[in-house]
Antibody, heavy 121, light 111 residues
C-alpha cells in the first residue's frame, strides 16, 4: 500500500525555521517525482516545490523561492522541505505528493495526510 | 505566479450535469495539454480526478470528464451524485518559469 506520512510541522515564530519530512513506503520512491503543496486555513491549494527523481531538477513557487529548500534521500525513502525566514503567510497545511508516473504536468496520484505549520508573529 | 481563475461555486440537482471552468493564459493552460483536476473533501487530502486535460486515473468514474479550448479548461460532472459535493481545483503546467499553478477552487453543491 502506498503511504506518504508527513512530519515536522508545528508552531514557529515569524523569521524562524522548520524542516518538514515525508516518509514514503509501499512503492519504489526513487522512481517518482515529488511535490510539496500547501493549503492555508480556509483557502485553496498552492503548489510549493517540485523535485525530480535524481534531484537534478528542482523548482519553487515565487512565494517561497530563496527561503525554502526541497531535497530527497532515495536511500531513506524520504522527502524534505527546509523552510527558513518563515512568514505569517506561510501558515498552512503542507502536503507531500507523488507524481503519477506516466503523466505530464502536475498529476499527483498519492498524497500524505498533511502537516500543519503555524507561523506566529 | 497568478492562480488560474475558477468560479467560486457551482451547483446542480442529482442526475444533472455541472461544468467548472478554469481560465489561464497562453503561457499555461493554452500552451500545454497538462491540465489536471483534483477533488477535495473538507479536512481531507486532494484526489486526482483528471490529468492531461481529459484522462481519468483508474477508479475515477466516467461521469467525470475534462476538456480544453484555448486558455480555458473545463471539468464536467455528469449524473451528479450527493458524493460529488466537494471542492474542485484545476492545475496546469506553466513552463520552466511558472512550473505549476493551481486554480482558485470551486465548491460544487448538489441541491
Amino acid at each position: 500500500e502506498v503511504q506518504l506520512v508527513e512530519s515536522g510541522g508545528g508552531l514557529v515564530q515569524s523569521g524562524g525555521s522548520l524542516r518538514l519530512s515525508c516518509a514514503a513506503s509501499g512503492f519504489t520512491f526513487s522512481n517518482y517525482e515529488m511535490n510539496w503543496v500547501r493549503q492555508a486555513p480556509g483557502k485553496g491549494l498552492a503548489w510549493v516545490s517540485y523535485i525530480n527523481r535524481n534531484s537534478k531538477s528542482i523548482h519553487y513557487a515565487d512565494s517561497v523561492k530563496g527561503r525554502f529548500t526541497i531535497s530527497r534521500d532515495n536511500a531513506k525513502n524520504s522527502l524534505y522541505l527546509q523552510m527558513n525566514s518563515l512568514r505569517d503567510e506561510d501558515t498552512a497545511v503542507y502536503y507531500c505528493a507523488r507524481e503519477k508516473g506516466d503523466c505530464g504536468g502536475d498529476c499527483n496520484d498519492f498524497w500524505g495526510q498533511g502537516t500543519l505549520v503555524t507561523v506566529s508573529s | 505566479q497568478s492562480a488560474l481563475t475558477q468560479p467560486p461555486s457551482a451547483s446542480g440537482s442529482p442526475g444533472q450535469s455541472v461544468t467548472i471552468s478554469c481560465t489561464g493564459t497562453s503561457s499555461d493552460v493554452g500552451a500545454y495539454n497538462y491540465v489536471s483536476w483534483y477533488q477535495q473533501y473538507p479536512g481531507k487530502a486532494p484526489k486526482l480526478m483528471i490529468y492531461e486535460v481529459n484522462k481519468r486515473p483508474s477508479g475515477v468514474p466516467d461521469r467525470f470528464s475534462g476538456s480544453k479550448s484555448a486558455n480555458t479548461a473545463s471539468l464536467t460532472v455528469s449524473g451528479l451524485q450527493a458524493e460529488d459535493e466537494a471542492d474542485y481545483y484545476c492545475t496546469s503546467y506553466g513552463g520552466s518559469s511558472k512550473f505549476y499553478v493551481f486554480g482558485t477552487g470551486t465548491t460544487v453543491s448538489v441541491l
